[in-house]
Each structure stands twice: as structure tokens, then as C-alpha cells.
């Protein structure tokens, strides 16, 4: 998840590096390292996912338990529910 993070901040930053003030020659050196960490993390993320098996449905992010929904309204002794 902190990868996704990183990789938008930087993607701003390629964003914004053509307005400040570098040479052509530091421009261009900033904006292949931005891309060379932005690839790097992308792939690292990728490679962490598991993938599912032919035939089979990647499963879904864990989830807690759900509590019982009660649809009924509790009846008390001697009460017919009315």
C-alpha cells in the first residue's frame, strides 16, 4: 500500500519538475531517475500480489466477521407479540 503512495507522489513530481527552474541537462537526469523508481516500486508491488490459478478467482483483501443480524424483535414471556 505504501508503495502506491510513494509512486504518486513521485508521479507529481515528474509532474512538476519541467516548471522549476533546472538546465536541460539536470532536468532530464531527475525526470530517468523518477521514472527508473517509479518502474522499480511498480514492478516490486506487482511482484507481491498473489495471483490466482487458472480456473480459480484471486481471492479478495481478508475481511472481518460479520455479527448476526437480529431481524426479529425480542418478545418478552406472557407477550404474543402484538
Known sequence: MWKNW??????LLVI???FI???LAVERMVLI?????IAVLGF??????????P???APLA????REPVIT???TMPGHLGM
Open 6 to 11: 510513494i509512486n504518486g507522489v513521485l508521479g
Open 16 to 18: 512538476l519538475v519541467p
Open 21 to 23: 527552474n533546472f538546465s
Open 33 to 37: 531517475l523518477l521514472g527508473v523508481v
Open 44 to 53: 516490486w508491488a506487482v511482484s507481491g500480489e498473489k495471483s490466482a490459478q
Open 55 to 57: 480456473g480459480e478467482v
Open 62 to 65: 481478508p475481511q472481518k466477521p
Open 72 to 74: 426479529e424483535k425480542p
